[in-house]
C-alpha cells in the first residue's frame, strides 16, 4: 500500500480527491464542493495556484496555536442537510462538522476496499464484524454491503444516526447490521459476559473521546485493556482483524505488537502493516494520515 504510485490511484470510483498539500494544509474535492483543512504533516509547497485554492468554499482552522479544537470560515452557502457522494456501491452522506471533519475518513479508503475483499474470500461464508469506534459508519458499510453480520459500536447517537443514514442511502437498509451507542470498552466487557463473540473485529481508536456517560477513552492508557477485551470476544477462528489509528507514536509495528501481545489468534496467519495515506493528484506525493495493521487467518 505504501508503495502506490498515483497511476494506481486507490481512489479511483470515489468522488472525493485530494486536490493539493503543502504549507500545513490540504485542499479536498467532497462531490461538488471544495474545502481547505489544516494538514500539519503536509510540511512541503503547495503544488497548485493561488488561484485553484481560492476555489475553496470553506476554511477550517485550529484556533491559534492549537492542534484540536477549531472553526470553520464558510465562503459560500452550503446545503443545510450536506450532499451525497459515492465510492465503488456505496453513498456517503457529507457535510463540514464542528470537529472540522466532512463525515468521511478518505484515508481509510483502501480498507474500505480490503473488508470488502477479505468478505469476499470467503465465498459467502456468514460471519459477525464488530466495528468498533464506528463513527459514520463506512467500514460497516463495507463489511455489510459484502455479507456480513455488522454490530457498529460508537458513543456519539449523532455518528450512528449518520451511519444508519448512510446504511440506507446505499441501498443496504435490510442488511443486519445492529448500532450500539455506548462506551466501547463496556460494551465489549458486557458481551464478554454474555458469551457473544465476533469472527472480525474492525478497531480505529481515537486518542481521546467520552463514552456516553463521560467514560474517558484515553489511548495511552486504555488500549491494554482494550485490546484484553478483544481477545475476550474472539471466536474460535476469528477470520481478520484490522487495526487503525492516528494517534502520534502510534505506528504501525506497535499496533502488530498489540495484536501480537494479546490476541492470540494472531500467533499465526498473515500481518499486512504500513502507513494510511490519500494520494495528492497534484503533486503525486501521498500525504500521510496514520497506521494500520491488518490480520488474516488464511
Ligand atoms: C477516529 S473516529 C473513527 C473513524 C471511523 N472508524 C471511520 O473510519 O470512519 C473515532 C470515533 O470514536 C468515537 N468514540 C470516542 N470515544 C468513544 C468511546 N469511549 N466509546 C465508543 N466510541 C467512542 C467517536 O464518537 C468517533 O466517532
Not at 115 to 139: E, H, P
Request: proline fraction near 6%; include cysteine; charged fraction near 25%.
Amino acid at each position: 500500500m505504501s508503495n502506490s504510485s498515483p497511476q494506481n490511484n486507490p481512489l479511483e470510483d470515489f468522488e472525493y480527491q485530494l486536490l493539493d498539500t503543502g504549507s500545513f494544509q490540504k485542499l479536498e474535492q467532497f462531490g461538488p464542493h471544495r474545502f481547505t483543512r489544516p494538514a500539519p504533516q503536509a510540511i512541503w509547497p503547495k503544488s497548485l495556484s493561488k488561484e485553484e485554492w481560492k476555489k475553496s468554499e470553506g476554511e477550517y482552522n485550529y484556533f491559534k496555536g492549537k492542534e484540536t479544537g477549531g472553526e470553520w470560515k464558510l465562503f459560500k452557502k452550503l446545503p443545510q442537510d450536506g450532499w451525497e457522494i459515492k465510492f465503488h456501491n456505496l453513498t456517503f452522506k457529507v457535510q463540514p462538522t464542528g470537529f472540522g471533519h466532512i463525515g468521511l475518513f478518505p484515508e481509510q479508503a483502501l480498507n474500505w476496499l480490503w473488508i470488502m475483499d477479505r468478505l469476499k474470500q470467503l465465498n459467502g461464508k456468514k460471519i459477525k464484524v464488530l466495528n468498533v469506534f464506528g463513527y459514520t459508519g463506512a467500514s460497516t458499510l463495507a463489511a455489510a454491503s459484502a455479507g456480513a453480520e455488522v454490530t457498529h459500536i460508537d458513543a456519539s447517537k449523532g455518528s450512528v444516526t449518520w451511519a444508519k443514514k448512510n446504511l440506507e442511502l446505499s441501498g443496504l437498509a435490510e442488511k443486519p447490521v445492529r448500532w450500539i451507542v455506548d462506551d466501547a470498552m463496556k460494551y465489549m466487557q458486557r458481551e464478554h459476559r454474555r458469551g457473544n463473540k465476533y469472527d472480525a473485529i474492525i478497531m480505529d481508536p481515537p486518542s481521546f473521546g467520552r463514552g456516553p456517560k463521560g467514560e474517558v477513552w484515553n489511548i495511552e492508557n486504555k488500549l491494554s485493556e482494550f485490546m484484553e477485551a478483544c481477545q475476550n470476544i474472539l471466536s474460535d477462528s476469528p477470520e481478520f482483524l484490522l487495526f487503525t489509528t492516528h494517534s502520534p507514536g502510534f505506528s504501525a509495528l506497535t499496533l502488530k505488537n498489540m495484536m501480537l501481545t494479546y490476541l492470540s489468534p494472531c500467533q499465526t496467519g498473515k500481518f499486512e502493516t504500513g502507513e494510511m495515506f490519500i494520494p495528492d493528484v497534484s503533486s503525486g506525493l501521498n500525504l500521510p494520515n496514520g497506521f494500520y495493521a491488518r490480520w488474516v487467518a488464511h
